[in-house]
């Protein structure tokens, strides 16, 4: 069975830094995608990066790059200077081949002023 | 482009009524269609997925289910309902390709009184 963690239920980040959300994985299949999303307070749930298990390089989308050690299973997002937008819910979730996606327990950033 | 739909936004429905959420993607063909519970400040939970019409697939045992009557419809339903199946209901869809995310609904926030 496929499980995702996430440690940090919660963060604060004063704007215009960086932050680091925590996320490790497990699976015994070899090909696997990982995704981050974000899910303010609406409750829609917004897709901001992904990163295949074969892939060589980190993915990068904007301010947000995902630090993906494929021998530690983790793949940790960092958000570069921080905006007070950034405030919301972030999911780490991984898929493989039966393409269910599976979610940790999510991480809540709160982004201070 | 391809777009979900997923109504009503909000519900409040007594314990005993009957549930009947519904979920139509436009702009996309044979995907696959998931049902996900998201309760208070807690992660998805997949409910219910289907690859094709009249092929669903539970999740967990619960008091819903789930039918896909046309290629891109979803319907979640309940004969009678629990006050543990209140929550945050969201559709996704995805296509069967390695290397791209879902897509979300806006969600249904059912309270069950």
């Known amino acids: 069975a496929q499980k995702i963690t996430q440690t940090q239920p919660g963060m604060f980040v004063q704007e215009k830094e960086a932050v680091t959300l925590d996320c490790t994985y497990d699976?015994?299949?070899?090909?696997?995608?990982l995704f981050w999303y974000k899910q303010p307070s609406s409750g829609e749930m917004i897709f901001l990066i992904y990163q295949g298990s074969y892939d060589q390089q980190n993915a990068t989308e904007g301010r947000y790059s995902l630090n993906f050690q494929k021998a530690r299973k983790s793949a940790n997002l960092v958000i570069s200077a921080s905006q007070l937008g950034d405030s919301a819910m972030y999911f780490c979730a991984m898929r493989v081949y039966d393409y269910k996606l599976s979610f940790g327990a999510g991480t809540t950033v709160t982004v201070r002023a | 482009s391809q777009t979900i739909h997923q109504w009503p936004a909000t519900l409040v429905q007594p314990v005993g009524s009957p549930l009947s959420l519904e979920c139509t993607v436009e702009?996309?063909?044979?995907?696959?269609l998931y049902w996900y519970r998201q309760a208070a400040g807690r992660g998805l939970q997949l409910l219910f997925y289907?690859?094709?019409?009249?092929?669903i697939s539970s999740e967990v045992p619960q008091n819903l289910s789930a039918s896909r009557p046309q290629d891109r419809q979803f319907i979640l339903s309940s004969k009678k309902l629990l006050l543990s199946d209140s929550g945050f209901y969201l559709c996704?869809?995805?296509?069967?390709?390695?290397?791209?995310?879902?897509?979300f609904g806006s969600g249904t926030r059912l309270t069950v009184v």
């Open positions: 699976t015994s299949d070899p090909s696997y995608g």
């Open positions: 996704a869809w995805s296509v069967r390709v390695q290397g791209n995310g879902y897509t």
């Open positions: 702009g996309t063909s044979n995907p696959n």
């Open positions: 289907s690859v094709g019409i009249g092929q």
